[in-house]
């Protein structure tokens, strides 16, 4: 009894070892053939990555389409191929090429028609700014202002605005005199004045007694000296000075201050078409501006130049310093 349960045993060891060595037999025959198979596949589909770079319409004849690519690789996997992960083709969709010299190929051949596209985009942007601020120049010189004749023709149709902004054009200030040399001024008692116009005494300097006044039909002190004139004419610098004010005044109009040292001041009176700001210096004999109409306030004395002296803020009679 113990012997045939030896035997049976025996044979069941040897039934499974002939069986473990037919399914070893089987598996390996079975890889060998896999394996030859995947090797003559790999071998048929071959990348030409030299005429895809040079973007040749002719293509090698093994090349696979990139979707049975990606099928295959899906298949076999990816650790029996000699397939480089961070190398990527030139110009595909499907990939990013991250290695060092494939991302050179590919900003090459990529960015480079881009870089152009976008150069000569800049270009014209440059061009026509260009254009636009030299049309933006032509169009501030045609609307420069009109010229002093055009607006004294408006004046004498009744269209002056008694102000000092409309009495001087924008052309007129923008040549007002002025200077970086500030010369020293220095006026003194004994000089002497000059005649800012040619012409005949209106009303006199009268401050120690009341002098009348022909418009206002009454006796007044005069701190100045009223001196007849035509419209039009240049008014000039009595004396050297820097202007301290150009402003309106409702009896005397557009008037100008200047500052001639050591506390002496001018005042010019009835003006228009004042060519002097604010600060700039005037020689003796300069034209600071034209005569205009007067203003209601003298109306029958006529057109007239207002011209006052002072000395610390006190009126100074003008005659004695005229020569």
Known sequence: MARRNRNSIRKERIIMLASSVFVLAALTVTGVYVRNSNRAERDNYVLDFEAIEKNSTDTAENIMPAEELDTLFAEVGTDDLDYDPSFQEANSQHVENTGEEGGLRTR??????EMEEEAE????EKDDKEKKES???SESKKSEPAPAEDKKADEEAGMFDETVDTAMSDDVQAEAISTTVQPNLDFKEEDGLVWPIVGDVLINYSMD?????PTLEQYKYNPAIVIAATQGETIAAAADGRVTSVSYDPAIGNMVVMDLGNGYELTYGQLEN??????????????IGTVASP???????GTNV??????????????????
């Open 135 to 137: 049309a933006k120049k």
């Open 274 to 287: 004042i060519t002097v700001s604010e600060g700039s210096y005037v020689s003796v004999g300069d034209g």
């Open 121 to 124: 985009k800049e270009k014209e």
């Open 209 to 213: 007694r009341t002098i009348y006044f």
């Open 306 to 323: 207002y011209f006052k002296l002072t000395k610390d803020g006190e009126p100074v009679n003008p005659m004695s310093r005229l020569q």
């Open 295 to 301: 203003t209601k306030y003298y109306s029958v004395e």
């Open 108 to 113: 090459l051949s990529l960015g480079e028609q």
